[in-house]
Structure formats: structure tokens, C-alpha cells
Nanobody
Framework: QVSLVESGGDSVAVGESLRLSCTVSGISMYCMGWFRQAPGKERERIASYSRLSGKTEYSDSVKGRSAISRDNAKNTVYLQMDNLQPEDTGMYYC???????????????????WGQGTQVTVSS
């Protein structure tokens, strides 16, 4: 059974950084998406990571201030986010599908396993 456990969300001030974690179990080859959902808004994919190739992709909203890394020994993927802004506030989710990442992986409905989410709040 595939499961994802997220952590790392917090309340921070503008300009600070956070590192979100997603610990994966029950699957070894996958495409992982990181999503953000602000109150009243649709879930937005902000990054993706291909376990097989190590390829990462970022949305324009976080490009240049975010980076994905992984710790294979811990089966954990990290999303480092720097220079956080109020518009980064939201619930953050990781999701996986046993597949290669593609243009389809931008859609939340493409993924079949989700983490429980972790809240990020950025205050000015």
C-alpha cells in the first residue's frame, strides 16, 4: 500500500524559508507532484519530481526560489522554499502516481495517492 506522510509546514514571516518533507512508502518508481491550495482557490501544481530520472520541474510562481531534493535512505523528498511571500500561503500536498512525469502530471486528477497536507502561512 502506497502512503505519503508530509511535514514541515509552519507560520513564517515574509522572506523566510521552509523545507517541506514527503516520506514515501510502498512505491519505488513514481512521479511526485507538489501542490498548493490557497483558501477558495483551486489546487495548483508548483513542482514535480521524477523518481526514475531525477528530473524536476517548477511552476513560474516558485521557480528560482524552490528546489526539490531527496534522501534515498529515508525515502523522503524535500521541497525547499525560499523568500516566502504571502501568496505562498496555503495547504501543501505531495502526491504520487506510479508513472513517468509528463504534461499530464500538472493535473491533480492524474495522481492517485495523496499526502495529508501541511499548512504554510506567510505573514507580512
Amino acid at each position: 500500500q502506497v502512503s505519503l506522510v508530509e511535514s514541515g509546514g509552519d507560520s513564517v514571516a515574509v522572506g523566510e524559508s521552509l523545507r517541506l518533507s514527503c516520506t514515501v512508502s510502498g512505491i519505488s518508481m513514481y512521479c511526485m507532484g507538489w501542490f498548493r491550495q490557497a483558501p477558495g482557490k483551486e489546487r495548483e501544481r508548483i513542482a514535480s519530481y521524477s523518481r526514475l530520472s531525477g528530473k524536476t520541474e517548477y511552476s513560474d510562481s516558485v521557480k528560482g526560489r524552490s528546489a526539490i531534493s531527496r534522501d534515498n535512505a529515508k525515502n523522503t523528498v524535500y521541497l525547499q522554499m525560499d523568500n516566502l511571500q504571502p501568496e505562498d500561503t496555503g495547504m501543501y500536498y505531495c502526491a504520487v502516481r506510479r508513472d513517468l512525469c509528463s504534461s499530464d502530471s500538472r493535473s491533480p486528477s492524474w495522481y492517485n495517492t495523496w499526502g495529508q497536507g501541511t499548512q504554510v502561512t506567510v505573514s507580512s
